[in-house]
């Protein structure tokens, strides 16, 4: 059940942002390849937000860790995936510069928290065992939209 006060609105937010009331909280997840100006709709976020409001955004990064999972990524596409975003003009590893950009689209306070979140099949201990299979009930979840807006676009 949602409580009354709350609204859930979708919308492309690299349009310009049109809202009649501001916001308390902004919230942004799983957007990976979704902006080519990150920092233009952070700052759009920011302009929307009430005095003290919160805007936050939950990414992965897609950067492997160990030589297997390099390996890994490397044997599924990781080439024609860089060329996808190359040409779609967005960049899957931007988000290393979210809090930079947060900053200077205005906010304050800015807090960044980064987890190791095991994507590989090899975790150890009950927690990071629950989290990568999370982790790739999400990744499954969405892997098609994001591939064939990805390759479609601009692959033919």
Same mark, same amino acid.
């Given at each position: 059940m949602v409580p009354p006060n709350v609204q859930f609105e979708i919308s492309d &937010? #690299?349009? =310009?942002?049109?809202?009649s009331q501001?916001?308390?909280?902004?919230?942004? !997840?799983?957007? +990976?390849?979704?902006f080519r100006e990150p920092l233009k709709v952070f700052k759009s976020a920011y302009d929307s937000l009430v005095p003290g409001g919160y805007f936050e955004?939950?990414?992965?990064?897609?950067?492997?860790?160990?030589?297997?999972?390099?390996t890994a990524l490397s044997?599924?596409?990781?080439?024609?995936?860089?060329? &996808? #975003?190359? =040409?779609m003009g967005k960049d899957w590893w931007?988000?290393?510069?979210?809090? !930079?950009?947060? +900053?200077?689209?205005?906010l304050v306070d800015v807090v960044e928290k980064?987890?190791?979140?095991?994507?590989?099949?090899?975790?150890r201990g009950k927690k990071q065992k629950?989290?990568?299979m999370t982790?790739?009930?999400n990744f499954m979840e969405g892997v098609e939209a994001i591939t064939l807006k990805m390759f479609r676009g601009c692959m033919g």
């Amino acid at each position: 059940m949602v409580p009354p006060n709350v609204q859930f609105e979708i919308s492309d &937010a #690299e349009d =310009e942002w049109t809202y009649s009331q501001k916001f308390d909280y902004i919230h942004g !997840r799983a957007l +990976t390849i979704c902006f080519r100006e990150p920092l233009k709709v952070f700052k759009s976020a920011y302009d929307s937000l009430v005095p003290g409001g919160y805007f936050e955004m939950q990414d992965l990064y897609f950067r492997p860790t160990t030589a297997r999972s390099l390996t890994a990524l490397s044997r599924n596409g990781t080439p024609s995936s860089r060329l &996808a #975003e190359q =040409e779609m003009g967005k960049d899957w590893w931007c988000k290393s510069n979210y809090a !930079r950009w947060f +900053t200077e689209a205005g906010l304050v306070d800015v807090v960044e928290k980064k987890f190791f979140w095991p994507g590989n099949t090899w975790p150890r201990g009950k927690k990071q065992k629950e989290m990568r299979m999370t982790m790739l009930a999400n990744f499954m979840e969405g892997v098609e939209a994001i591939t064939l807006k990805m390759f479609r676009g601009c692959m033919g």
